[in-house]
């Protein structure tokens, strides 16, 4: 059954769950992964470290006090609003911070908050108060509070932002001044016919890529040009070597065909030759 806290507070109100003894009840799953407060290992140190201590001989160093606490295990859908209102009455503190839930931590969704108390006396009032404490969301699920010392004590510091000096000084800038001049001179020549807008406009335009070269455009333009003055080059020779192999084996089969009509000159005045001894010969 609910208290009448819940009733009172509507959804997202936290009900204290409280046993015999006054203190809040927690589910064993809670209690099974519950980490330790530091506070805890605190009261149990002396006395475990108590005989110890003595025999070492060494001046033991001052622990600084620890006065931030941490608020885990809140439901995600709790605000921050909500969460100072069921806090009240909140001891005197300089520093609360509420985070909500991270939606890429599903299925595990909780809350957080941290506070620096002033007096670490209300610590542990703060402690017995909420530590074990249920909230409940707006859909009934209980979420039982955890209370333990903040693993990082220091607090964040509120930067005071520096003026900027050139605020309300773009009067007085030279750049802005120029441009106001220019804007002026061109709202005064609104009756301008058509054929000097463009001349101006052409104007601009080459004075516009007369400004683009630089040292470093002309030398990418010049070493463009001199890959192409080499590629030119190159197929220059190319074409030449080409045009002499086409001359030489035209040279070779102009060789060719003069030693065959050598060749058949020869076979013909040969066979003449032997005609004529023949017929020399058959006359006789």
């Keep these: 059954m609910r208290s009448e806290e819940e009733g009172v507070g509507g959804p997202g109100a936290a009900v204290p769950g409280r046993g015999p003894s006054g203190r809040e009840k927690q589910s064993a799953g809670e209690v099974r992964f519950r980490r330790e407060s530091p506070w805890r290992e605190a009261e149990a140190h002396p006395a475990s470290s108590s005989g110890g201590g ?9 622990k600084t006090v620890l006065s931030k606490v941490v608020v885990r295990r809140l439901p995600p859908s709790l605000t921050e609003g909500q969460l100072e209102e069921q806090l009240r009455p909140l001891p005197a503190h300089d520093y609360f911070a509420f985070f909500a839930a991270d939606v890429s931590l599903y299925p595990h969704l909780y809350s957080r908050a941290y506070i620096n108390f002033r007096n670490p006396e209300d610590i542990l009032l703060f402690r017995d108060r909420f530590d074990g404490y249920i909230f409940i969301d707006s859909k009934g699920l209980e979420y039982p509070a955890v209370v333990e010392f903040a693993p990082f004590q220091k607090i964040a510091k509120k930067k005071l932002k520096k003026k900027d000096a050139k605020t309300g000084s773009i009067e ?10 220019t804007y002026c001179v061109e709202e005064e020549k609104p009756n301008a016919n058509p054929e000097t807008l463009l001349g101006d406009i052409e104007a601009k335009t080459r004075e516009l890529i007369a400004r683009r070269t630089t040292p470093l455009l002309e030398y990418i333009r010049n070493r463009k040009l001199e890959k192409q003055r080499i590629r030119e080059e190159k197929q220059e020779e190319r074409r030449r070597r080409e045009l002499e192999k086409k001359r030489l084996r035209e040279e070779e089969k102009r060789k060719k065909r003069e030693e065959e009509r050598c060749k058949r000159k020869e076979a013909d005045r040969e066979k003449r030759a032997a005609e004529r001894e023949v017929r020399i010969k058959v006359t006789e």
């Design 54 to 62: 003595a025999s070492m001989g060494k001046p033991r160093e001052e």
């Design 172 to 181: 007085d800038d030279p750049e802005y001044k120029k441009f106001l001049e």
